[in-house]
């Protein structure tokens, strides 16, 4: 387990460094090495959306979604990456799945209200 904490620590450093290339390349061994590493797949998936590989990072957000159902974030960024590929009837439901987890969750609530007034004046 060692060799995949190394990869996911290496992997956030990337992140927020902005090379996410190396990012996604530490974050990919860490998950092949630990499969149950949910915030590995959740900034794996981060990684993705960066660089707008929007499927992709739903694919690792729903792995993270997968492991953890019960962190509201990664609903959040389920939502936002379901958001920006113009799914919005997927989006409003996981931004409600977080809000559902977290009463207190501003910004996935601020999403959603905003989500709801764009998709109404269309």
Known sequence: MK??????KLGIEAF???DCDKAIDELEAATRLD????????????AYAAKDR????????KAAEQIAPAVAS???NIAQAYEATGITNEAEYEYERAIE?????TK????LDK?????HHV
């Open 74 to 76: 990664i609903h959040y």
């Open 35 to 46: 499969q149950l590493n949910y915030k590995a797949f959740n900034y794996l998936g981060a």
């Open 108 to 111: 996935a609530r601020e999403a």
């Open 54 to 61: 929007f499927n992709s990072a739903i694919g690792a957000f």
């Open 101 to 105: 987890i977290d009463p207190n969750y």
């Open 16 to 18: 927020k460094a902005g």
């Open 3 to 8: 060799e995949a904490d190394d990869h996911f």
């Open 115 to 119: 989500l709801k007034k764009r998709l």
